[in-house]
T-cell receptor, first 114, second 113 residues
Framework: DTEVTQTPKHLVMGMTNKKSLKCEQHMGHRAMYWYKQKAKKPPELMFVYSYEKLSINESVPSRFSPECPNSSLLNLHLHALQPEDSALYLC?????????????FGNGTRLTVT | QQQVKQSPQSLIVQKGGISIINCAYENTAFDYFPWYQQFPGKGPALLIAIRPDVSEKKEGRFTISFNKSAKQFSLHIMDSQPGDSATYFCAASSGDSSYKLIFGSGTRLLVRP
């Protein structure tokens, strides 16, 4: 079993809904990530939090809003999404910088926007 | 220059055969090259990684070969098994953007029994 837990596993939402994705890790990792993965494509980086502060935002639309309440938790708040936002959303964590510690991915939330 | 080009897109190998996946890069600042394995319905998991100061790294049946002058690296899976059937992603990162991994496009490997 993965050490990064994501909930829910599946989510269907309408374009006017507000929902949140949750991610939790208890490995003491200080970096946490959100990735988006479309079918048959590699993961695309969205956000990176380092020591609970937003470190990287890959020009993600404002309808995606990340939050890091503490070092173990990472949320992704969703509002007014478009059908093209349907994808697998992966959370990951690492002890530190990517080249010094591997990314540990969760199994993702499969999001469908109707 | 930030791209990592991966080939082939898909690969079918008989059980016991050797699977070979290739990646190439342009950015000479890249200094860390991991390979991730992803099974359907799961997140990617680190398989093996290499730094440019070594030309080869082996872990069990999995070997990374690295050619710094050609800016290429490859994954070899020896004695391929049906359980190795998955999507494999090469990746790279550089010290100046060290939280960011640049992923290759992925290779879907099918190992036939």
């Amino acid at each position: 079993d993965t050490e990064v837990t994501q909930t829910p596993k599946h989510l269907v939402m309408g374009m006017t809904n507000k929902k949140s994705l949750k991610c939790e890790q208890h490995m003491g990792h200080r970096a946490m990530y959100w990735y988006k993965q479309k079918a048959k494509k590699p993961p695309e980086l969205m956000f990176v939090y380092s020591y609970e502060k937003l470190s990287i935002n890959e020009s993600v639309p404002s309808r995606f809003s990340p939050e890091c309440p503490n070092s173990s938790l990472l949320n992704l708040h969703l509002h007014a999404l478009q059908p093209e936002d349907s994808a697998l959303y992966l959370c990951a964590s690492s002890r530190g910088q990517a080249k010094n510690s591997p990314l540990h991915f969760g199994n993702g939330t499969r999001l469908t926007v109707t | 220059q930030q791209q990592v080009k991966q080939s082939p897109q898909s690969l079918i190998v008989q059980k016991g055969g050797i699977s070979i996946i290739n990646c190439a890069y342009e950015n000479t600042a890249f200094d860390y090259f991991p390979w991730y394995q992803q099974f359907p319905g799961k997140g990617p998991a680190l398989l093996i990684a290499i730094r440019p100061d070594v030309s080869e790294k082996k872990e069990g049946r999995f070997t990374i070969s690295f050619n710094k002058s050609a800016k290429q690296f490859s994954l070899h899976i020896m004695d391929s098994q049906p359980g190795d059937s998955a999507t494999y992603f090469c990746a790279a990162s550089s010290g100046d953007s060290s939280y960011k991994l640049i992923f290759g496009s992925g290779t879907r490997l099918l190992v036939r029994p």
